[in-house]
């Protein structure tokens, strides 16, 4: 299993930014996605998550502001980041969780980093 996440870049405050994270293997329908972050000197947070059948739980400080969707089709989830904030910026990873299959089953993507700065 691999998890490729894009999308990151640099923004300035209030703008907008997309990103995907595309997973191999044939678990992605069954699992729960979630987007976690990391800025410098912090711990990884939990940014989103969605449940194979589409429930979806937000941080408290980027709901309304982000939406995570996922295509199973094309093995794809997604987050829209929308108003983004100078404390937005973290390297964001992408986490696939089928622990409930198999306790081994939790796989992270390599990290995409997002900067917003004006």
């Known amino acids: 299993v691999q998890l490729q996440a894009s999308g990151g870049g640099l923004v300035q405050p209030g703008e907008s930014l997309k990103l995907s994270c595309a997973v191999s293997g044939s678990i992605f329908s069954i699992s729960t996605m979630g987007w976690y972050r990391q800025a410098p000197g912090k711990q990884r947070e939990l940014v989103a998550r969605?449940?194979?059948?589409?429930?979806?739980n937000y941080a408290d400080s980027v709901r309304g502001r982000f939406t995570i969707s996922r295509n199973n089709a094309e093995n794809t989830v997604y987050l829209q980041m929308n108003s983004l904030k100078p404390e937005d910026t973290a390297v964001y990873f992408c986490?696939?969780?089928?622990?409930?299959?198999?306790?081994?089953?939790?796989?992270w993507g390599q990290g995409t980093q997002v900067t917003v700065s004006s």
């Open positions: 986490n696939m969780d089928a622990r409930f299959v198999n306790p081994l089953y939790n796989y």
């Open positions: 969605i449940t194979s059948g589409g429930s979806t």
